[in-house]
C-alpha cells in the first residue's frame, strides 16, 4: 500500500491573507476555496509541479485526541524543492517576498551563494504569519529523479 503525502496543514491567522501571500507572491495555484460547512472554509492550493498541497483553514474544530493545528506561524522544515535556486529566488523577489540569500552549509556553516555539490543549495523564507519554508536546489526534474 502507498503512503502518499498530498496536503500540509498550514497554520494562519487571517485565510485571505495567507491565500494572497500564497497565490500572488508565491506563485501556488488555488485548487479550492470553499465553505465546506457552515464556518469552516478551506482554501487549497498547490506549488507548480507538486503533488502536496497545502491548506489553509479557519473554523475547523480539532478532532478528538488531537492536539489541533498548532498556532499561525509555528509551522517548520517544510521544504520545496527547485531546480534553479537563483531563477526562482529572483521571482520571490519580483513578487515581493522577502526571501534570504542562496545559501550553502560550508565548514564554518552557512554561507552566502550556491554550493558546487547537489541538492546543497538552499534559501528560506516566512509567510506573514511567520510559518518557515525551505528550498532546495534539486539536480533534475521530480520526473526524471
Known sequence: MDWTLEVITVPVSDVDRAKAFYADQVGFKVDLDAEVAPGLRIVQLTPPGSRCSVALMSGMPTPPGSPGL???GSLRGVQLCVTDIEAAR???????????PVLHVGPQGW???RSEADWSSFMHFTDPDGNAWNVQEAPAPLSER
Not at 90 to 100: F, I, N, T, Y
Open 70 to 72: 498548532g498556532a499561525p
Open 90 to 100: 529572483a521571482k520571490l523577489v519580483s513578487r515581493g517576498v522577502e526571501v534570504s
Open 111 to 113: 554561507a552566502e551563494g
